[in-house]
């Protein structure tokens, strides 16, 4: 016979590898809505004062335009979207979109402490525009995806 706890924690798994798969694809989704937007010119004027305060990308409107450098980090936030997306299906490209995902956590929390006027005081309270909280998920698949998925589609 069975006990009432063995009843409660049954259905854990499932709701595990149905919370793994929520999680990821939402990132996937933040990754690809975002990416997209880059390709605006609203966004690629929003991301400038970011990019030109950047101790390691600075460099880049010297040799590419505002829409440019917009465009190109669009185009590796769709890919690490993309990436997420293929890895369900695809393990060899785990690696890759952990690298990317940690990459952009490293990139964005940069911001913090390379671009003027990032930090407010809000009622006594420290904040930030809070770009920074998308990228702390993302951050936590990045190092889970460093190791092989229990919930794999191959």
């Known amino acids: 016979m069975k006990s009432i706890i063995s009843y409660i924690v049954s259905p854990f798994p499932q709701l595990a590898r149905l919370g793994y798969y929520i999680s990821l694809l939402s990132i996937v989704l933040i990754m690809l809505w975002i990416g997209f937007f880059k390709f605006t010119p609203t966004e690629a004027a929003g991301i400038k004062p970011l990019v030109e305060n950047h101790f390691l990308l600075f460099w880049?409107?010297?040799?590419?335009?505002?829409?440019q450098v917009s465009n190109l980090f669009g185009?590796?936030?769709?890919?690490?979207?993309?990436?997420?997306?293929?890895?369900?299906?695809?393990?060899?490209?785990?690696?890759?979109?952990?690298?990317?995902?940690?990459?952009?956590?490293?990139?964005?929390?940069?911001?913090?402490?390379?671009?003027?006027?990032?930090?407010?005081?809000?009622?006594?309270?420290?904040?930030?525009?809070?770009?920074?909280?998308?990228?702390?998920?993302?951050?936590?698949?990045?190092?889970?995806?460093?190791?092989?998925?229990?919930?794999?589609?191959?």
Do not use: H
Not at 60 to 67: A, F, H, P, R
């Open 60 to 67: 880049l409107y010297d040799v590419l335009s505002v829409q």
């Open 75 to 154: 185009v590796i936030e769709m890919t690490t979207g993309l990436l997420l997306l293929f890895s369900l299906k695809y393990d060899v490209l785990r690696p890759f979109a952990a690298l990317c995902l940690i990459a952009t956590f490293l990139i964005t929390f940069s911001f913090l402490f390379t671009t003027p006027g990032m930090w407010n005081i809000v009622d006594g309270v420290p904040t930030t525009n809070f770009m920074i909280l998308k990228d702390i998920p993302m951050l936590g698949l990045g190092f889970m995806y460093l190791r092989p998925s229990p919930y794999s589609l191959t």
